[in-house]
């Protein structure tokens, strides 16, 4: 019996002429009248990682001059996965596990490096590294009178300087700072310090960061403001400007 009326969606099942179907999903009609089934996908690891959903994935590269390798890191639900590259990866879990149910922001930096921060504030900002596999806290647990150690929602690399945006102080205790960005020293993710940071406009929360021509993009509810630079620092050569 050939096909070639497809699907009909108006006709009682038991009214249904031959050559067509109350139902063809996943059916493909030839032009002879004949079904197919219809391609589909498969998964891209066919490896159990978790019963949560994935909330955060990013494709990293990293090279040394003379080795190259590529990895997609990801989490799903309070794991973090990393594939072994090539054309039929496995996924390796990490023994660290983070909190469920958040969004994730990722930068590379460096030659080797991934830093990534969740959206919910109950996670350090984490640093992994490419080659090793390994996975460690951006920041220390020692640090100087003058350092501060920063949990973020939102995770910038530009010109060699990391931006964290909306932003918990857990120095001393936890203060909020929904309005704030702070920046590194140069070439140096790890290393901030308590006065090199920008509020730009008071009352608002930061809602993204994202960078264009060399400028850092800083996104409110209701407007996006700049800071274009040569030199982040306390006293250097930044410029902030509202775009929108």
């Not at 009682?12 to 002429?17: L, S, Y």
């Not at 001393?172 to 006065?195: E, H, K, V």
């Amino acid at each position: 019996i050939p096909f070639n009326e497809g699907v009909n969606l108006q006709s009682a099942v038991t009214n249904i002429p031959d050559g067509s179907s109350s139902d063809m999903c996943n059916c493909v009609v030839n032009q002879d009248g004949s079904i197919s089934k219809r391609y589909g996908s498969e998964p891209y690891v066919n490896q159990p990682l978790s019963t949560g959903p994935v909330s955060g994935l990013y494709r990293a590269y990293a090279s040394t001059g003379t080795s190259y390798r590529s990895i997609l890191l990801a989490i799903v639900g309070t794991r973090i996965v990393s594939s072994t590259g090539g054309d039929v990866p496995f996924f390796t879990v990490n023994p660290v596990t983070v909190t469920a149910n958040q969004s994730w922001s990722f930068v590379s930096f460096g030659e080797n490096d991934v830093i990534f921060t969740g959206s919910g504030f109950t996670d350090s900002v984490k640093r992994f590294n490419v080659f090793t596999s390994s996975l460690t806290d951006l920041f220390v647990t020692a640090i100087d009178t003058e350092a501060v150690r920063i949990r973020a929602k939102y995770v910038l690399k530009q010109s060699n300087y990391l931006f964290l945006g909306n932003v918990q102080d857990i120095t001393n205790g936890t203060t909020y700072y929904p309005q704030r960005t702070y920046y590194s020293l140069l070439n140096q993710p790890s290393s901030f310090t308590w006065n090199r940071y920008e509020e730009i406009r008071a009352g608002e929360e930061i809602t993204g960061l994202g960078n264009m021509f060399d400028r850092v993009n800083i996104f409110y509810p209701s407007s996006i403001h700049e800071i274009s630079f040569t030199v982040m620092a306390p006293l250097g050569t930044q410029e902030l400007s509202e775009v929108v």
